[in-house]
């Protein structure tokens, strides 16, 4: 199941379940669409993957208890901001091949 992770791992902003600013990459690490767009040029800099709108979970029971009030969001904050100078180092070969290639 996915982690919700409750705010962008970079700028700490509030990224709530119906967040629609919410991006993730493969292993669910959790930036906004604005670090994502800005800093991170849509290179995750734990792992060097790309980033898609983080899915919404259903906040009502529409089907086998399978819904937000089950299954909850993570409330712990993973802070770790970027360096931003080390990133644009990481990030330079990367950002110019298309995630699904990478
Ligand atoms: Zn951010
Ligand atoms: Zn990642």
Known sequence: MLELRPTCENCN????PD??????CTYECTFCATCVDSILQNVCPNCGGGFVPRPIRPSRNWKGDNFLGKDLPSYVIRHRPVDADAHRRFSEPIK?????RR
């Open 13 to 16: 902003r509030a990224l709530p």
């Open 96 to 100: 110019t091949i298309p995630p699904y």
């Open 19 to 24: 967040s629609l600013q919410a991006r993730i």
